[in-house]
């Protein structure tokens, strides 16, 4: 069964950066295109950033030359450097692999002064 496990959320000040991680269990890993999403209060999940399984990146706009994805295969492991941070990248972040319906609990970025 699938596992998505997220973490290196918490509260930063405008300006400044977090490192998000997701290890990924139950799947062949080095397979999957991998991506992560985020979802505010009351808004739709969104995507933030997609890297395929030869590292090519996408990003939304919104965060494009702010935020960096990048995957180590051999841990099964993908992160999102996150810098810049502004308010309106506060969200819940999740992981997910292409593909696969199931999500995991995210992990919370909070960004206010």
């Known amino acids: 069964q699938v596992q998505f496990v997220e973490s290196g959320g918490g509260l930063v000040q405008p300006g400044g950066s977090l490192r998000l991680s997701c290890v990924v269990t139950?799947?062949?890993?080095?397979?999957?295109?991998m991506a992560w999403y985020r979802q505010a209060p009351e808004k739709e999940r969104e995507l933030v950033a997609i890297?395929?399984?030869?590292?090519?990146?996408k990003y939304d706009k919104s965060v494009k030359g702010r935020f960096r994805i990048s995957r180590v295969d051999a841990q099964s492991t993908i992160y999102l450097q996150m810098n810049s941070l502004k308010p309106e990248d506060t969200a819940t972040y999740y992981c997910?692999?292409?593909?696969?319906?199931?999500w995991g609990r995210g992990t919370q970025v909070t960004v206010s002064a």
């Open positions: 997910n692999a292409d593909g696969i319906d199931f």
């Open positions: 139950g799947i062949d890993f080095s397979r999957y295109e």
């Open positions: 890297i395929s399984i030869d590292d090519a990146r």
